[in-house]
């Protein structure tokens, strides 16, 4: 059974950094583009960014890049979302997500949730000024 187990998250102050991690099994793991949605409250969800499990290239989207970091160890199949300088607006609940599509789209508005398999449990990100 294709898995996400998600943890991390919980409340931090402005400017202080959280770190989440996804870790994946039942799935062939290499062949993923792995990614990071948030949904924050009254507003669309979107992707955060992504990392290419094979080649470990990543994207971001403009509101948190030169904030966030994406990595991930693939020897475990877990993936990180380190969160730095983080800011109210980043108050959200966060989902690893795996897209078997092998690479990940270079830029990141060519990846569409509609390509998602697999989705982790709700994170809760809370950070207060």
């Known amino acids: 059974q294709a898995q996400l187990v998600g943890s991390g998250g919980g409340a931090a102050q402005a400017g202080g950094s959280l770190r989440l991690s996804c870790a994946a099994s039942g799935f062939f793991y290499i062949s993923a583009c792995m990614a990071w949605f948030r949904q924050a409250p009254g507003k669309e969800r979107e992707v955060v960014g992504t990392?290419?499990?094979?080649?470990?290239?990543?994207t971001y989207a403009d509101a948190v890049k030169g904030r966030f970091t994406i990595s991930q160890d693939r020897a475990k199949q877990t993936v990180y979302l380190l969160m730095d300088s983080l800011e109210v607006e980043d108050t959200a609940t966060y989902y690893c997500?795996?897209?078997?599509?092998?690479?990940?789209?270079?830029?990141?508005?060519?990846?569409?949730?509609?390509?998602?398999?697999?989705w982790g449990q709700g994170i809760q990100v809370t950070v207060s000024s």
């Open positions: 990392i290419s499990a094979q080649n470990q290239r990543t």
């Open positions: 997500a795996a897209a078997l599509v092998g690479r990940c789209p270079a830029v990141i508005a060519d990846f569409r949730a509609t390509a998602v398999n697999y």
